[in-house]
């Protein structure tokens, strides 16, 4: 079955600086990659997806890039602010149900004053 | 339009009691899925309902059931409580399943 690492599990930075956040996936079916931000108290929230026929997504200062043939994708956060503080989930899956979007085990982001 | 919605928000209980959560998705979307969040194991799927059907299941006991309403709504119910049971279940919903899910805020449950 599909296998998702994400790391690293804690990131500290700089408030203005950049963060990235990384996963790999093993199941080359996976199609769908969300990323999800939990803050303290919530759910997790989507704030970016990309699907596999896609290189790379922009939204404001939010960024995922894909690499299908190394199975990885990543998170990029520009001119990081105090409040994108909270835990970050990648996911995969091969959008044919619910069952099979895998998650990972998340990233503790901190922006520093 | 209105998010997901949970309740209750939270819960505490004892070791063998059970235990109905409640969700209300999105209006409009069919499918609902179940998830359990802890620090140790992470997002762990459920189930899933559509159109009031299961149409998955997750590796959990059979003490974990659910059900879904005509009108999409759904419950979760957890009977013979173990401490290990405590965790923040989430609710998520989707139009019909194969898509992008949206979470509620989760029902904290604590055994004691």
């Known amino acids: 079955g599909e296998n998702v690492e994400q790391h690293p599990s804690t990131l500290s930075v700089q408030e203005g600086d950049s963060a990235v956040i990384k996963c790999t996936y093993s199941?080359?079916?996976?199609?769908?990659f969300p990323w999800y931000k939990q803050e303290l108290g919530k759910g997790p929230q989507l704030i970016i997806d990309?699907?596999?026929?896609?290189g790379e997504k922009k939204d404001q200062r939010i960024a995922v890039t894909l690499n299908k043939t190394a199975k990885h994708f990543s998170l990029h956060i520009t001119e990081t602010q105090p409040e994108d503080s909270a835990v970050y989930f990648c996911a995969a899956s091969d959008y044919s149900s619910a069952s099979k979007i895998i998650f990972g085990s998340g990233t503790r982001l901190s922006i520093r004053p | 339009k209105a998010g997901v919605t949970q309740t209750p928000r939270y819960l505490i209980k004892t070791r063998g009691q059970q235990v109905t959560l409640s969700c209300s998705p999105i209006?409009?979307?069919?499918?609902v899925s179940w998830y359990q969040q802890t620090p140790g194991q992470g997002l762990q799927f459920l189930f899933e309902?559509?159109?009031?059907?299961?149409?998955n299941k997750g590796n959990f006991p059979g003490r974990f059931s659910g059900r879904q309403f005509s009108n999409s709504r759904s419950e979760m119910n957890v009977s013979t409580l173990e401490l290990g049971d405590s965790a923040l279940y989430l609710c998520?919903?989707?139009?019909?399943?194969?898509?992008?899910?949206?979470f509620g805020p989760g029902t904290r449950l604590t055994v004691l």
């Open positions: 990309i699907r596999s026929n896609v």
């Open positions: 199941d080359s079916a996976s199609n769908y």
């Open positions: 998520a919903s989707s139009p019909s399943g194969e898509d992008t899910q949206y």
């Open positions: 209006s409009g979307h069919r499918s």
């Open positions: 309902y559509f159109s009031e059907t299961q149409r």
